[in-house]
């Protein structure tokens, strides 16, 4: 038998022989060039821009398309490749379109950096040095890219190691799914939330990995084994606590049966990218340069206003339920100014809340309830993109978010003392998909412990009230409760306006505007 190291050194040879031409497809051409090193890679790509330039300058109406189809990938690379010698050689073509005749029929797109709420100079800049610049290269070298969500991640490294350490192993490497199906279901996760962003990446990965591209016109040309889990998507991702025992019996018995190890793999992914939606919209990810044609944006404009919609995050999952206890925040309702805000939370922070939260009412039931109902009350409002109609990959569910009801006869409360990751949840994914667990617990302890000790300018402080409060808000949003922590806490440590973000960012993503952002009132960094 023919050794796989053997196989892939041909495989490499045989590739190094071909040179890439100006009439491939732009990307597949220039990640393939991208796949080399140093000098190779330079060399090829230097030819590949020569033929751009000739071509352009002997016939310029005929290859003013091909210059406007690798323009846009060019452009990203000479701002945001990690090799020094792609981002002079790339500079170089953008600077000779500019000047050329024929810059008047090529269109470049802005660059705004990796988000649309931070400055560009905030961010860690692309040639960093050091184990940042590491991770750097080991993104570009899977992606031929970095992606914008992962260069905000940059600010905390050690979070950004452990991200694409689980990303690599549950979209690349050995798992019960192929790995097109994988990137086909990351596709399927985030257009619950619109994200047209995370959808084109996923596409692209969907693509280079031999995903069949009429699968890309919907879930109508997609095998029915993955049409049959658009329903489990849809209440994964807006409604858990609708799922039942039949819905999961559903898909693994019968014709195009889910086993047992591809169904638990499948629920990772689609968990994980419902949950990356809500990172890239909070943080306003602003998509890559050659994706930013036609992208949608979640900053609000006049023309847009006009079309608001409301969030469905106001509403409830049982109609009986109309009350709301905004009261329980008169203290907080008054929007202070940013300064006083922090200045308020850095007191509790440092000083405890004891005299706060003993002020409340301390019955349990009612506590749980009203730390999760206050924000259905509020006003939110937002935007959803019309520039891309993705319900083609969400099927015929038109589920979205409701808000838990407490007191609904149709489910009941997720007591977590009774089911629980740590002694279930673990076991179960370590059973039928084997390696996920540790590496995804390792994820959320440290997601959970992740901080620096900085509150706004204020560097040394015992963040764990706000974090904790965060947390076992979330939690609550989705129903789940646990009986070991005082939700007095979340009304004290998270102002009425970080709830209605934090909410947002949980449950409908897709809604969140610059305007929401701004508005946060609390300076965190």
């Not at 179960?428 to 959320?444: I, R, S, W």
Request: charged share 20%.
């Amino acid at each position: 038998m023919t050794s796989t190291r053997g196989s892939l050194a041909r495989a490499d040879s045989l590739r190094r022989t071909e040179r890439p031409s100006v009439v491939e497809d732009p990307r597949i051409a220039l990640n393939r060039i991208l796949a080399y090193d140093g000098a190779v890679r330079t060399s090829l790509l230097e030819q590949l821009i020569k033929e751009l330039e000739q071509g352009a300058e002997a016939t310029p109406d005929s290859h003013a398309s091909i210059i406007q189809s690798y323009a846009p990938s060019l452009f990203r690379l000479s701002l945001e490749c990690p090799y020094s010698d792609v981002r002079r050689v790339c500079q170089e073509f953008v600077d000779w379109v500019k000047q050329s005749p024929i810059s008047q029929n090529i269109d470049l797109p802005q660059d705004i950096g990796p988000s649309m709420f931070f400055p560009k100079t905030a961010t860690v800049p692309v040639e960093a040095e050091g184990a940042t610049r590491q991770l750097f290269e080991d993104i570009f070298a899977t992606l031929s890219r970095i992606p914008h969500f992962q260069w905000l991640m940059a600010w905390y490294p050690d979070y950004l190691r452990r991200f694409i350490v689980v990303d690599n192993f549950i979209m690349r490497q050995q798992g019960p799914l192929p790995i097109p199906w994988r990137h086909y279901l990351a596709i399927m996760a985030a257009a619950r939330h619109d994200c047209y962003y995370l959808v084109s990446l996923q596409e692209q990965e969907f693509l280079a990995n031999g995903g069949p591209p009429i699968w890309l016109l919907g879930l109508d040309y997609a095998p029915p084994k993955l049409r049959n889990i658009a329903q489990l998507n849809a209440l994964l991702c807006h409604t858990p606590w609708l799922i039942t025992r039949n819905h999961v019996e559903n898909l693994v018995k019968g014709a195009d049966a889910w086993s047992m190890g591809e169904l638990v793999h499948a629920l990772v992914l689609l968990s994980t990218f419902h949950s990356l939606c809500g990172f890239i919209y909070g943080m306003g990810v602003a998509p890559e340069l050659d994706l930013a044609f036609d992208a949608p944006t979640n900053t609000e404009s006049e023309s847009s206003a006009a079309a608001r919609t409301t969030d469905p995050s106001t509403q409830t999952s049982d109609s009986s339920s109309k009350t709301s206890s905004s009261a329980s925040l008169s203290a907080l309702d008054a929007a202070p100014s940013d300064q006083d805000a922090t200045a308020g939370m850095l007191q509790r922070l440092k000083n405890g809340a004891s005299e706060l939260i003993s002020a409340q009412e301390d019955d349990k039931a009612q506590v749980f309830e009203k730390a999760g109902s206050e924000v259905g009350a509020l006003d939110i409002m937002g935007t959803l993109s019309q520039c891309a109609d993705l319900s083609r990959f969400t099927g015929d569910v038109s589920l979205r978010y409701l808000d838990f009801n407490v007191k609904s006869a149709e489910y009941s409360i997720f007591r977590v003392q009774d089911y629980c990751w740590e002694d279930h949840g673990y076991e179960l994914v370590n059973q039928f998909y084997q390696g996920a667990a540790q590496l995804l617990d390792d994820e959320f302890t440290y997601i959970y412990n992740m901080t620096d000790q900085t509150f706004g300018e204020n560097r040394g402080i015992d963040t764990l009230p706000f974090r904790r409060a965060v947390w076992y808000y979330v939690h609550r949003l989705y129903g789940m409760s646990h009986d070991d922590y005082d939700y007095r806490e979340v009304n004290v440590f998270l102002p009425r306006e970080v709830k209605a973000f934090t909410k947002k960012i949980a449950c409908t993503p897709e809604f969140i505007s610059q305007t929401d952002f701004q508005n946060l009132i609390l300076k965190l960094r």
